[in-house]
């Protein structure tokens, strides 16, 4: 990712995102956080927990995913392996792809089974995302300060519906001084939290920078003020929480002269376990079967409807 945004950049494998929270201590469900509690404390615990889930294989999901920008939608489905993570467009504002789209689809996602480079510079990019984006969890209690707003109660992909979830505004610790480029977005950045207290994850987090923000002393780039992200988590079953939805609106400089412009939203539905053990290749595999089989589907219910007319 550009410039250490990682952290608004949650890239699909849900075990390098923020919000993946494992909290084996349980000290959030032993008794409900209040205002006798430092929130800076409760987040500083999940950190801890989270630094923890990221090392844990666990369990592995093929999912779908929806990404709305102003051209239009695109969605992918995604299938998480030891090695990376495969992905297979399947429709274009919602339309599914032709015969043509689809073989060069399939073109496309070969040339990681086929080509060892691909695969590696794959695998190394995914690798430094999280690397990224574990700096930047790790920044986290020291770079904000924590304090209480209230109480809200879960929706349909926010943490659990119907769970009680406990609000926390942060903005930017004056004392806190970044140790790299990764994590000099952190002081430009203020907004809110949202912390399931029964399950003890982060439910969702809205970030906005209320200034501009630059990198490498403005020589590497700026983010703009306003730029503004929202991520939302949801439990999909025993206890494990997958980001549901992200929304990234950010505009800026990279290297002084190119332009940054992102607006998008992405919605994630349908997860799945898969064997933990699945290759790779074996996830090429399974993508190609998944959308065949979308296709046909459509296919069939496109002639159903119209030998109804």
Same mark, same amino acid.
Do not use: C
């Given at each position: 990712?550009?410039?250490?945004l990682s952290?608004?950049?949650?890239?699909?494998?849900?075990?390098?995102a923020?919000?993946?929270?494992?909290?084996?201590?349980?000290?959030?469900?032993?008794?409900?956080?209040?205002?006798?509690?430092?929130?800076?404390?409760?987040?500083?615990?999940?950190?801890?927990?989270?630094?923890?889930?990221?090392?844990?294989?666990?369990?592995?999901?093929?999912?779908?995913?929806?990404?709305?920008?102003p051209?239009?939608?695109?969605?992918?489905?995604?299938?998480?392996?030891?090695?990376?993570?495969?992905?297979?467009?399947?429709?274009?504002?919602g339309?599914?792809?032709?015969?043509?789209?689809?073989?060069?689809?399939e073109?496309?996602?070969?040339?990681?089974?086929?080509?060892?480079?691909?695969?590696?510079?794959?695998?190394?990019?995914?690798h430094?995302?999280?690397?990224?984006?574990? &700096?930047?969890?790790?920044? +986290?209690?020291? *770079?904000?300060?924590? !304090?209480?707003?209230?109480?809200?109660? =879960? /929706?349909?992909?926010?943490?659990?519906?119907?769970?009680?979830?406990?609000?926390?505004?942060?903005?930017?610790?004056?004392?806190?001084?970044?140790?790299s480029?990764?994590e000099?977005?952190?002081?430009?950045?203020?907004g809110?939290?949202?912390?399931?207290?029964?399950?003890?994850?982060?439910?969702?987090?809205?970030?906005?920078?209320?200034?501009?923000v630059?990198?490498?002393?403005?020589?590497l780039?700026?983010?703009?003020?306003g730029?503004?992200?929202v991520?939302?988590?949801?439990?999909v079953?025993?206890?494990?929480?997958?980001?549901?939805?992200?929304?990234?609106k950010?505009?800026?400089?990279?290297?002084?002269?190119k332009?940054?412009?992102l607006?998008?939203?992405?919605?994630?539905?349908?997860?799945? &376990?898969?064997p933990?053990d +699945?290759?790779? *290749?074996?996830?090429? !595999?399974?993508?190609?079967?998944?959308? =065949? /089989?979308?296709?046909?589907?459509?296919?069939?219910?496109?002639?159903?409807?119209?030998?109804?007319?």
């Amino acid at each position: 990712m550009i410039l250490g945004l990682s952290i608004l950049f949650f890239p699909p494998p849900r075990r390098y995102a923020l919000l993946s929270l494992v909290l084996s201590v349980g000290g959030f469900a032993q008794s409900a956080p209040g205002p006798s509690t430092d929130p800076g404390e409760l987040v500083r615990k999940a950190v801890q927990n989270e630094i923890s889930a990221s090392n844990d294989g666990g369990v592995r999901f093929m999912f779908r995913g929806t990404k709305f920008t102003p051209k239009g939608s695109t969605t992918k489905i995604y299938v998480e392996t030891h090695e990376a993570t495969a992905g297979i467009i399947v429709a274009y504002d919602g339309k599914p792809l032709t015969p043509q789209q689809r073989q060069e689809e399939e073109v496309r996602i070969d040339r990681f089974v086929k080509n060892s480079e691909e695969m590696s510079r794959k695998r190394a990019q995914e690798h430094d995302e999280a690397e990224r984006t574990m &700096r930047m969890v790790r920044a +986290l209690p020291d *770079a904000f300060v924590y !304090e209480y707003v209230g109480q809200e109660t =879960a /929706s349909p992909g926010i943490g659990q519906a119907g769970e009680p979830l406990l609000k926390l505004k942060f903005h930017p610790n004056p004392h806190y001084r970044p140790p790299s480029r990764v994590e000099e977005v952190l002081v430009g950045m203020q907004g809110n939290l949202l912390l399931d207290q029964t399950h003890g994850r982060l439910a969702a987090i809205d970030g906005t920078l209320f200034r501009e923000v630059s990198f490498g002393w403005g020589i590497l780039g700026h983010l703009d003020r306003g730029g503004h992200f929202v991520v939302h988590q949801q439990n999909v079953g025993d206890n494990i929480w997958e980001i549901s939805s992200m929304t990234l609106k950010f505009t800026g400089k990279v290297l002084l002269f190119k332009g940054l412009f992102l607006d998008s939203t992405e919605a994630f539905s349908n997860f799945k &376990r898969v064997p933990a053990d +699945l290759t790779f *290749a074996q996830a090429v !595999e399974l993508l190609k079967k998944q959308a =065949a /089989s979308q296709a046909a589907e459509t296919a069939s219910s496109r002639g159903e409807s119209g030998s109804r007319r």
